[in-house]
């Protein structure tokens, strides 16, 4: 599963990142890294670009870009 696809309000943990993709490494610099938790906390108009939220930070993110980020979902449990 990729960060495109988390819905709003979920939470997960990044396991990968591909940074080949232009805007990746600046992102990378931003916070969304691997193991950090971040929570889709809103889209825009149309779902791009997509807010995601990383140690209380938002972030903007195209889907494009979105879909670099390897996930995997958390339980409202972990």
């Not at 990044?14 to 600046?26: N, S």
């Not at 791009?48 to 995997?72: H, L």
């Amino acid at each position: 599963m990729t960060l495109k696809e988390l819905r709003p309000g979920q939470y997960a943990r990044i396991e990968k990142v591909d940074a080949r993709q232009p805007g990746v490494l600046r992102l990378m610099v931003l916070g969304l890294i691997e193991g950090v938790e971040v929570q889709h906390a809103n889209s825009a108009i149309g779902g791009d670009p997509m807010e995601v939220s990383v140690y209380g930070t938002a972030i903007s993110v195209r889907k494009e870009q979105a879909g670099c980020f390897r996930i995997s979902p958390l339980d409202a449990n972990d």
